[in-house]
């Protein structure tokens, strides 16, 4: 029946490419470039000569609230080159008076006014960039990749300069060819300019893009149509040096202080405009911010995101094959290892790898990698070494298929069953023209020494956006023996179908004035395990999401049902209890309530709450962010979340807490002090995380992190240095000093 579903699926997609009736919008709007005359000054001006004769484009068009008229605050864009830069000039009116998060480059998606464009040189309007300013001249820089997905981990050269006026700011760009990839002698583009006016809560832009669709999706760019092919960027080689101090004490084992000199450098060579080769010797990652704790309720793994540099460009290349739960390989995988003693993570030194990624032509992507880790005594891990294989070929107009090879083998390991661990997955990507449907196949198949059945995993989804109705349907399956070492699969051994269908309706009338949009409809998500051969798991409801007029929303389900089998003795609070026996069932009812403020004030509140049944007890739990932006300096926030779990006798009571209050604080463009701590009573942990940072030079910075670990509570029954471990006991204590600096060759 799956391989039915999977069959129909591909057979569906291929039938509603070959039909592409509907007009593409990208058709709709288009503009010429010129190389420029004369010197283009980034000062946020636009007052050289090339600049004022131009036409520039206008009658940018609403986006929200509503789709069907023009833009309140317009914009007016310009465009010009030169055998170094891509220039583009914005008049943006506004009142001066404006909505930002900070002065820290990078701030979130929808936290501050901003001017932005997104670029597809390949015109395939799956793969981008994506360039944003704020009215303070703060950057931000991003891939798309899949149409219309977002990343702002990607970190790479490029300038720009503001000039604020009482009724309009201007922006001035400047973004090199180095830093861009694209077909040599490609004379058009495709490309939008946006806006978003958190002032005037109105998003706008130049390519009408639908309120139902994403801002930046590259499905609804213009054509830009050169008067000559875009110059080939000369000698595009950078090389990224860096030297580290740290010195660090674990007072559990209570050894020396350990400290640490060492050095180490990226590099990118460019091997053609469109293909880059990254490489990196004894990297360091001592700058990336902390992950965020979870209280974590769940019997398996969870997920945290990549955020290391040198793995983030052309990442979703690599780590988009399946889905987010079945990836046959996961980054963060590489520098991690279990310790044979206690089975517990521990950093593994990387020694060096190599990264090849970008387009051979307009229809094929390719991507490897390879990356080579350190024997390890003390946790006695043996030298690693990573290598994948990904290609992407362009099939129809947004559609692609993509094939990937995993390997992670263990050197001097001539033995054991675990000497190597290898996955080869093929991966069908479907888009619509007009955007409004998207879907997925894949099959993936792992090889190890010895194989046997279940060493498989396959899915598919179907998902359909139009204004009015929301339709994403899905199944998965993924075998018993599905082992994916360098990967992310936290479960194994089932197979899955899920769903969900919103209605969506816009009120007229006087109810317009308050409500943009509201919607209602099912979800359903059930899980059957293979081997015991029933339901192990399935969850119904029905969701309600309410978004006003003032960027307010409202969500939750009502009434949700809850099934839970349990294969394996489990402890719902996971807090070392006792435990709910194996081939138990359990069916709850609970009910699911959020609400996020205006997040156009300084002070703008997240709250979301779950009380009902839970297992064969009850469940109570908040979880609230509060928030105060202090404008343009930085945002200071408070997570609170409380989870009270109440099982009958003889299991377990618990009263979980999670609190992290966070500042974010800028004292200019270059320079930005982070204080985050994590008190997390399920892990006995008190976590605190100091990192200041200096950008001295574009993409060239000096680092300062301190991290420091205590037990957050007294526990008796643990020994740390011959007694029992008292809250507020340091667990282990680093601080470490990084300086990096960007060369171009």
């Not at 506004?94 to 006014?113: C, E, M, T, V, W």
């Not at 032509?361 to 390719?366: S, T, V, Y």
């Amino acid at each position: 029946m799956i391989n039915k579903l999977l069959v129909y699926l591909l057979v569906f997609t291929v039938g509603y490419n070959q039909a592409k009736t509907q007009v593409s919008p990208s058709q709709l709007f288009e503009t010429s470039i010129k190389k420029s005359l004369g010197k283009i000054i980034v000062d946020g001006e636009l007052n050289e000569k090339d600049w004022i004769d131009q036409t520039p484009l206008s009658n940018f068009k609403q986006q929200f609230p509503f789709d069907t008229s023009s833009a309140n605050m317009q914009t007016e864009v310009k465009l010009t080159y030169d055998e170094q830069f891509l220039f583009i000039g914005a008049k943006c009116y506004q009142p001066k008076k404006y909505i930002i998060q900070s002065l820290r480059r990078d701030f979130p998606n929808g936290a501050s006014d901003i001017f932005f464009m997104s670029i597809d040189p390949f015109k395939d309007k799956l793969n981008g960039f994506y360039f944003a300013v704020s009215p303070y001249g703060v950057q931000k820089e991003g891939l798309i990749f899949n149409g219309n997905e977002l990343s702002i981990d990607w970190d790479n050269k490029w300038y720009c300069e503001v000039s604020q006026h009482s009724d309009y700011y201007m922006v001035e760009i400047a973004i090199p060819f180095k830093t861009l990839r694209y077909k040599a002698g490609a004379t058009e583009w495709n490309i939008n300019f946006a806006r978003n006016n958190l002032l005037m809560n109105e998003r706008s832009s130049w390519n009408p893009v639908g309120r139902n669709f994403r801002l930046f999706d590259l499905n609804f760019c213009g054509s830009m149509k050169w008067d000559k092919a875009p110059p080939i960027a000369k000698g595009n080689m950078s090389i990224i040096p860096f030297t580290t101090a740290a010195s660090n004490k674990d007072y559990v084992l209570n050894t020396p202080p350990k400290n640490e000199f060492q050095g180490g450098f990226d590099a990118k060579i460019a091997i053609s405009p469109s293909l880059n080769l990254d490489l990196t010797v004894n990297p360091d990652f001592a700058q990336v911010e902390v992950d965020r704790q979870v209280t974590n309720l769940s019997r398996f793994e969870l997920f945290f995101p990549e955020r290391r540099q040198f793995f983030l460009e052309n990442n979703d290349l690599f780590g988009s094959f399946g889905y987010s739960n079945i990836n046959p390989f996961f980054s963060r995988r590489i520098g991690l290892g279990k310790n044979a003693n206690n089975g517990e993570n521990v950093k593994v030194p990387i020694l060096a790898g190599a990264r090849l990624s970008g387009r051979i032509n307009e229809d094929w992507r390719i991507g490897l990698l390879n990356m080579q880790t350190a024997k390890s005594d003390q946790f006695v891990l043996p030298a690693t070494n990573f290598t994948v294989a990904a290609v992407q070929r362009r099939i129809g107009q947004r559609n692609n298929l993509g094939m990937i090879f995993v390997n992670k083998e263990e050197l001097n390991n001539k033995v054991s069953l675990t000497r190597f661990n290898r996955i080869f997955g093929m991966d069908y990507n479907l888009a619509s023209s007009d955007g409004k449907w998207q879907g997925k196949a894949f099959f993936h198949q792992m090889f190890r020494l010895v194989n046997t059945s279940g060493q498989n995993s396959f899915g598919g989804f179907i998902f359909r956006n139009t204004p009015g109705l929301i339709v994403d349907l899905s199944t998965e399956y993924v075998g018993k023996n599905y082992i994916a070492e360098s990967g992310f699969v936290p479960r194994r051994g089932y197979f899955r179908t899920e769903g969900n269908v919103n209605f969506v309706y816009f009120p007229k009338g006087k109810l317009n004035k308050f409500i943009n949009n509201w919607r209602i409809g099912p979800d359903y998500d059930m899980v059957y395990g293979i081997a015991d051969k029933k339901p192990t798991d399935w969850d119904a409801g029905i969701f309600f999401r309410i978004i006003f007029q003032n960027s307010a929303e409202i969500s939750g389900a009502l009434a949700r049902l809850d099934y839970t089998y349990l294969f394996s003795p489990f402890d719902p609070t996971n807090t070392g209890g006792l435990q709910l026996p194996a081939g138990t069932n359990y069916t709850y009812f609970s009910n699911r309530v959020g609400f996020n403020s205006n997040q156009r004030k300084n002070f703008f509140v997240n709250f979301n709450t779950r009380f009902g049944k839970y297992f064969n007890g009850k469940i109570l739990q908040v979880q609230s962010t509060l928030n105060y932006r202090w404008q343009p300096w930085g945002v200071f926030s408070v997570d609170v979340n409380y989870t009270n779990i109440n099982l009958p006798a003889p299991y377990s009571k618990a009263d979980l807490w999670l609190i992290g209050p966070r500042a974010e604080t800028s004292f200019s463009k270059s320079v930005f002090f982070n204080l985050f701590m994590q008190y997390n009573s399920q892990i006995n942990n008190l976590n605190l995380n100091a990192r200041f940072q200096w950008r001295f030079k574009p993409a060239s910075d000096f680092f300062l992190v301190y991290t420091d670990n205590y037990f957050a509570t007294d526990d008796m029954n643990m020994i740390v240095n011959n007694r029992a471990v008292n809250a507020f006991q340091s667990k282990n204590r680093a601080v470490v000093a990084k300086l990096t600096y960007w060369f171009n060759l």
